[in-house]
């Protein structure tokens, strides 16, 4: 563990890439995204929690999740529904993730098509996630809006927790 995230932005494409090895085997950090029992215990920023509502990892298929902060005051609750649109088992997801209400209405403008993808790599698993958004400045507020260090917690958490998983006898 301890390994670091490496985040680049390129405003001319419009994404944001996230990039971290973690000490976890390849068929485990793919369980880690595709199981809403896993996701749960990790997806956010440190001291956020996600509730899953529906994840159905298949083209097509959804995933209707919330973030929410565990205290309360510490920012608001976020609602999401992302769409695959590729699912290549134990290789990559391709989903596009909107904000939306709580009624699962999606927020205009919100839409941002990510790519996750999943290499064997000395130690463990290449996790890669591209984040493409709809317009340049899109991208420049993701920073200020906390998505960048929000990643940056999320892939600690994701290791934490499947490390805990991997040790357990």
């Not at 609750?77 to 209405?105: H, M, P």
Request: hydrophobic share 35%; glycine share 8%.
């Amino acid at each position: 563990m301890g390994r670091k995230t490496i985040i680049t932005k390129d405003r001319e494409q419009r994404k944001l890439t996230v990039e971290r090895i973690v000490s976890i085997p390849l068929k485990l950090s793919w369980e880690g995204w595709t199981k809403p029992e896993h996701i749960e215990r990790w997806w956010g920023p440190r001291n956020w929690t996600a509730t899953v509502y529906e994840m159905d990892v298949r083209p097509g298929g959804a995933w209707r999740y919330r973030i929410a902060p565990d205290t309360a005051g510490e920012g608001d609750a976020a609602f999401c529904k992302a769409i695959y649109t590729e699912v290549v088992e134990w290789s990559r997801l391709v989903y596009n993730d909107t904000f939306t209400d709580s009624q699962w209405n999606p927020v205009e403008g919100s839409d941002m098509l990510t790519f996750v993808t999943f290499d064997e790599a000395r130690g463990g698993t290449r996790l890669s996630i591209i984040t493409q958004f709809a317009s340049a400045e899109d991208l420049d507020q993701a920073e200020p809006m906390g998505m960048v260090e929000g990643y940056q917690e999320t892939l600690e958490r994701f290791e934490h927790q499947m490390q805990y998983i991997l040790n357990q006898p």
